[in-house]
């Protein structure tokens, strides 16, 4: 597909994507949505429902992911992040 349309705009793992393309010849670029500003790792998602109905658990969520980033684990602050 890349071949026959240099403008294609694909979401893709950045892993093994540029690899199998760089191997084939086909000239690509990345970006990562992190730059952009979303961290789809570091999201979380709830309803107005389970704010309202469920306030400490909520809290507990919240404050259970952020400590995520302050333990030793080098992988852990990298993920983090």
Known sequence: MF??????????YSIFLPYR?????????????????YRPYATLFTTDDMLQHHPEEVRAIVAARSKV????????RKFAR
């Open 3 to 12: 071949r026959l349309n240099p403008n294609m705009v694909q979401q893709g």
């Open 69 to 76: 980033g302050k333990t030793s684990s080098p992988i852990r």
């Open 21 to 37: 393309m760089d191997a084939l010849g086909i000239p690509n670029a990345q970006f990562k949505v992190a730059d952009l500003g």
